[in-house]
Every structure is written in structure tokens, then in C-alpha cells.
């Protein structure tokens, strides 16, 4: 049995999809098991458990062979050293009186040293406490992971995007060693049966990353150079990591949560200086470019999984977003509870669009329709094929059915004429007694003209957006559509 800590993240949400396309027996403990389980095979288990508390652990832990430590809480504000430290404790005890073989830890690159940053040392002390519990540890130290959706590409990628000049500071000249999602999680796997010289009593710190070793302002440059953008950078020597920090939180507002614990770890190199994993895993990480371009290419497909801002402790209790960036693509994500099932949720849903509308504000809809017709598009004449019935590649209205999964999911593709691609997305969860409906409008601008577009119509969005959930979560209350 495997337990995998922080499989609603984004690494260790696509380390169990590994898992479970080699039909390996996974556990993943959660907080909100109701969140997690609809996005994992039927065959994985889902427990619920917190590592902050110490009781919630024994279940979690009996019968498991290997557990992956994957949990970290930088979200969490000041105190994020100390959960850190009390969560590794609390897991290592338990992991000890329940038997398990080996504990996989994926902590982060950076030499110790008195001006290491909070995030950096944090990352490394966990290591220790979890070594200190006497159970086997196998601790992975990585640099920037390049992938769709993690938090230190998304950045670079909306930085970026956004900007045609940045003023840089000093901390985009130093050196990292970016290793592809995919690398990172043959290395994990591996480490489950990995044979470890010493013994069970050896607890080996392995540090992994790519084959390049380069600096940020040369990521960001070879993400231009793959997107077709022509960016300039100017570097400057006063940009602090806390002014960095509040430049990064106006820029990118999705990551001033965590923006100064991690520009504050930037300032430190974080490349591999012992080479012992090359000798011992039998893997040959890819170099920079290939990693970028692989996330490129695999972005569509990458969004509609994990993705780092999937992970409760990345933002707290917070059930909606307004109008946030991640990565090239602008999210509008808002969430209502109905106390109904998630089938009575879902018909409203199953339903939207043709006749019966799109629950507030037609007239609305109906003039949008109008001005794509008038600039070529095709309005909204195609209607739907059958009124409460719904299959992958139905159009409906001046959407196409993209993603369906009867009561939980529908995704909705524009076919408007919009600078940039649009998607409508409608999710149920079961939360208790009731439901969770969650209503997202992605955007994928492109160029100036697509950020022009959207927030030019932001008003109406926050509108029109909060008027349609509200309506269909009614219709539901109803039992029928509205």
C-alpha cells in the first residue's frame, strides 16, 4: 500500500494518476476527502486526515508500506514554519508506530547557511524531523518544477505574458536547475523501491534537477522565444524581495498569497552539487527548452488536471475567485452550496442553454449572440440537440460540449468569434446533506487585443456570472429547470 500527503497539489495529484496506471494499491489522505475523490480512480482510497492533527493519522497510516510526504503550508500566512515543523513531527510518529517502510520527501535545492530563506530552511528542516522519527526517509531536493499549473512556471509564464518590458531585478540573475514535471515524477516513483546503500538504517538526500543549469531571466527569455514574444528586460540592483513581491502581487495577483516566501528563496542558487542521483536512478532528466516545450504542448490537457492552486492550503478557506490570472489564462471562478444531491444539482446544468436559457439575463446572451453574428460568428441560431440530454460534441448555443460527466461535470468550448479561446465550466461536488456548484469562465487571451476584450466586459461578467450561478442553483432548489 502507498500513501500519498498532498495529492489535491499538483505534483502529488499526477504522482497517483503514475501510481494508478500501474494498478498500485494508493491511499491519499485529505482534509476534504469529498473534494479529492471524484478526481482519482475508483480503486484509489481516499481517507480523511490532517497531518496537524496528530489522531487523524493511525487509520490513515495502518497497512502502508511507503508514504509520500508532499505537504508543505506556505499559504498559510506567518506561521507556515511551525505547521511545517508540527506536521512533519506528527506524520514521522505516526509512520513509525504504524510499521511503514519508507517515507518518499520532496523538500527543495539551497545551500545551508545563516541567510538561507524561511521557505528554503523550512523545506530542509522538515527533512530532518521526519529522519529523526527513525523511520527510512528518501528525501528529493528539486528546484523549479516545469509544468502547466506549478506555481514557480505559472509565474514566470504570466510574467511573461503580461509584460513586454520588465524591469528585473537582481534576483532573475541567479541560477536554478529546472527539472520537467515529468522527470521529477519518475524520480518519485522510483524512490519507492529505490535499493539504498547502508540499508533500512540510511536515510540518503538526493538532490535532482534537469540537465541545464540557468538562470530565471534565461527561462523567461526561452518561454518568449517558444511563445513567438519579443520581451526586453532591464535589470536593476534595488528591486528587494519584498518591493519584488508587491510588483509580483500587482502583476500576477493569483500568487500574492505566497509571492515573498518564494521571490525571498530566488535570491538563492538552486542547483544540484552532488551528482549521486545521476549515479544511482537510472533516469536522464530532459534540459530546459524540452521541458518548456512539453508544457507547452500539454497545457490544454494539464489544466483540466492538477494544478497547484487545486490544494485547499494554497488558499485557504476561500470558495471563489474574481477574475485571477493563471498562467496565459484568466480565471472567473465563484461556488454555491445547495442543499440537494448532486443529481437534482446537476439537472439546471444538464439543461443550460437552447430554450431554456442560461438562467439570468437572456437578453443579454441574446445580444451577444447578435454582435458575433454581425462580425461573422455564428450567434446563437444553433440552439441544442434535445432539450434535457447532453453528449461530447453537442453544440449548444454558440458552445460546444467539450468535457460531460453526468451529475458532476460539464465543459462548455466557445465557438464565438473571441480574441482568444473561451471555456464555461460547470462542476458538482458533494458536500454533506447538499452540493457544491462551482461555475468557472476561463479566457486564453492572445495578445493585447484579448486582454482588451476581457476586461472591457469584466463589468458585465461580474454580472451576468454571479446573476446565472445564483439562478441555477434556485432551479435546483426547485427540482427542475428554471
Known amino acids: 500500500m502507498i500513501l500519498v500527503t498532498g495529492a489535491t ?75 511545517d515543523r508540527v506536521g512533519a ?31 528554503l530552511r523550512s523545506r530542509h528542516e522538515v527533512g530532518a524531523v521526519l529522519r529523526a522519527s527513525g523511520v527510512q526517509v528518501v528525501e528529493l531536493r528539486a528546484s523549479i518544477v516545469i509544468g502547466s499549473g506549478s506555481l514557480s512556471f505559472e509565474m514566470v509564464r504570466a510574467l511573461v505574458e503580461r509584460l513586454p518590458v520588465m524591469v528585473t531585478p537582481r534576483w532573475v540573475a541567479v541560477r536554478a536547475q529546472p527539472i520537467a514535471i515529468g522527470d521529477l515524477l519518475r524520480y518519485l516513483v522510483a524512490a519507492r523501491d529505490l535499493p539504498i546503500e547502508g540499508g533500512p538504517t540510511a536515510n540518503p538526500v538526493f538532490e535532482i534537477g534537469g540537465a541545464d543549469q540557468v538562470s530565471y ?9 517558444q511563445r513567438g514574444l519579443r520581451r526586453l528586460m532591464i535589470p536593476v540592483p534595488v528591486l528587494t524581495p519584498r518591493l519584488s513581491s508587491l510588483w509580483l502581487g500587482l502583476v500576477t495577483p493569483l500568487y500574492a498569497r505566497v509571492g515573498r516566501k518564494l521571490i525571498d528563496s530566488m535570491r538563492h542558487e538552486t542547483v544540484v552539487r552532488d551528482d549521486t542521483a545521476a549515479r544511482v536512478f537510472d533516469i536522464r532528466p530532459t534540459g530546459m527548452r524540452e521541458a518548456i516545450a512539453a508544457a507547452l504542448r500539454n497545457e490544454d490537457g494539464e489544466f483540466a488536471l492538477t494544478r497547484w492552486s487545486d490544494a485547499l492550503s494554497s488558499g485557504g478557506p476561500v470558495q471563489s475567485w474574481d ?40 437578453w443579454l446572451w441574446d445580444l451577444r449572440g447578435f454582435l458575433d453574428l454581425l462580425v461573422g460568428g455564428i450567434g446563437d441560431r444553433r440552439a441544442r440537440r434535445h432539450p434535457d440530454d447532453l453528449r461530447v460534441g453537442d453544440t449548444l448555443d454558440w458552445w460546444r460540449v467539450e468535457i460531460y460527466e453526468p451529475n458532476r461535470l460539464l465543459r462548455l468550448a466557445a465557438e464565438m468569434k473571441v480574441p482568444g479561446r473561451a471555456w464555461l465550466e460547470f462542476e458538482v461536488t458533494p458536500d454533506g446533506d447538499g ?48
Do not use: K
Request: aromatic share 10%.
Open 217 to 225: 531571466g534565461e527561462i523567461m527569455a526561452e518561454y518568449a522565444r
Open 435 to 482: 452540493s457544491i456548484i462551482r461555475q468557472t469562465a476561463l479566457f486564453d487571451p492572445v495578445g493585447l487585443a484579448g486582454l482588451v476584450y476581457w476586461w472591457g466586459v469584466y463589468p458585465l461578467h461580474q454580472l451576468v456570472f454571479r446573476g446565472m450561478l445564483a439562478g441555477i442553483a434556485q432551479a435546483a432548489l426547485r427540482g427542475r429547470a428554471a
Open 89 to 119: 513531527e506528527h506524520f514521522g510518529a505516526a509512520a513509525r508506530a504504524a510499521g511503514v517502510r519508507r517515507i518518499v520527501y520532496l523538500g527543495g535545492l539551497g545551500e545551508d547557511g545563516p541567510d538561507l530563506s524561511a521557505h
Open 9 to 83: 497539489g499538483y505534483v502529488g495529484g499526477r504522482l497517483v494518476a503514475a501510481f494508478e496506471r500501474q494498478d498500485l494499491p494508493v491511499r491519499c489522505l485529505a482534509r476534504h476527502p469529498e473534494h479529492l475523490q471524484p478526481r482519482v480512480a475508483p480503486t484509489t482510497e481516499v481517507v480523511r486526515g490532517d497531518v496537524l492533527d496528530r489522531a487523524s493519522l493511525d487509520a490513515a497510516l495502518a497497512g502502508v508500506d511507503v508514504a509520500y510526504y508532499l505537504v508543505h503550508s506556505m499559504g498559510a500566512g506567518d506561521a507556515f514554519e511551525a505547521n
Open 323 to 362: 477574475s485571477v490570472r493563471f498562467g496565459s489564462r484568466l480565471v472567473d471562478s465563484r461556488a454555491m452550496r445547495v442543499p440537494v444531491p448532486p443529481a437534482q444539482a446537476f439537472v439546471p446544468i444538464r439543461q443550460i442553454g437552447g430554450r431554456t436559457g442560461w438562467y439570468f439575463a437572456d
